[in-house]
């Protein structure tokens, strides 16, 4: 079985509190985006699984073998499967890559097995291995809240957005570590109404990413990189903790000419051109 894998970017990113459990409440719209891997199950007499295109990544520490070890445990049965994943999506670099592999994993398993477990079920258990994974088993477009899993489904039209990934990871944990919590909330509403009425000096305005600040401190070539995005005629963010960077065009011909600009400088520069909104 081929399962194209998917990726998301958070479109403003609020971090609300710290939980007594050790999470942040936040408040995010998370948005999918057509950059794919490719996975391919098989049901087996054993494990296994390969992954094409990333080095030094432990079996204890792949989130499609957490997902398998969560899903044995939840229903106490063997479920051997192989899996290979040729990757696309940067890893550590705030687009859900890997938490979209487990979700994936997590379909696959419910089906091949028979075990008829509803989407809640399978966000329940999901839950417990990564706060993205209610979102990346349902996919499209929500506004997120909670550590992530209490979603709403909203509409924003096809955007023309142009990432760049600049070849290094970030650890979301460290991140959260240096978060400094304030009282000033970021405004989604503006954000939908910017982008629907082509208002770009009001998106820059208020696309806000409560991430940004401990990354671009320890990473000030992320904020140069954020700033020339946006000097395309784009509103730039970064996604998540990072380490990805993204831009929002109202056009797609401001989004080819940043593309043609920036695809000579980074490795990995995807242009995905949606509507003229």
């Keep these: 079985m081929k399962v194209y894998s998917q990726a998301k ?15 942040h409440n936040i408040k995010t719209i998370m948005y999918q985006i057509p950059l794919f891997e490719e996975m391919f199950f098989e049901k087996s007499t054993e494990l ?30 063997d479920l051997p499967f192989t899996c290979k994943v040729i990757k696309n999506v940067p890893y550590g670099a705030g687009l859900a890559g890997g938490t979209f592999n487990g979700a ?25 291995i990564g706060a993205d994974f209610p979102y990346c088993l349902n996919g499209g477009v929500f506004l997120a809240e909670g550590i992530g899993d209490i979603l709403q489904k909203i509409q924003i039209p096809k955007l023309n957005i142009l990432l760049i990934n600049p070849g290094y990871e970030i650890s979301t944990k460290e991140v959260y570590e240096k978060i400094r919590i304030d009282n000033k909330r970021v405004d989604f509403n503006k ?32 904020y140069d990189l954020k700033e020339k995005i946006s000097s395309f005629n784009a509103a730039g963010l970064l996604s998540g903790s990072g380490s990805s ?33």
């Excluded at 970017?9 to 999470?23: E, P, S, T, V």
């Excluded at 990333?54 to 070890?69: A, F, G, P, Q």
């Excluded at 208002?199 to 671009?216: A, C, S, T």
């Design 191 to 222: 954000i939908r109404s910017s982008i629907l009425s082509k208002d770009l000096d009001g998106l820059r305005e208020n696309l806000i990413n409560k991430m940004e600040e401990p990354v671009f401190e320890k990473h000030p070539d992320l």
């Design 245 to 277: 960077l993204f831009g929002i065009f109202m056009n797609k011909e401001d989004l080819k000419r940043a593309y043609n600009y920036f695809k000579d400088i980074y490795d990995k520069v995807y242009g995905f051109g949606g509507e003229d909104v």
């Design 48 to 77: 296994k699984i390969e992954m094409v295109g990333i080095e030094n990544l432990s079996l204890e520490d792949n989130i499609i073998y957490k997902s398998y070890l969560a899903l044995k445990n939840f229903t106490n049965k």
């Design 104 to 128: 994936n994993t997590l379909k696959f398993l419910n089906s091949a097995y028979d075990l008829d477990l509803s989407l809640k079920e399978l966000e329940k258990i999901g839950k417990n």
């Design 9 to 23: 970017i958070n479109i403003g990113l609020d971090i609300i509190n710290k939980r007594q459990d050790g999470y």
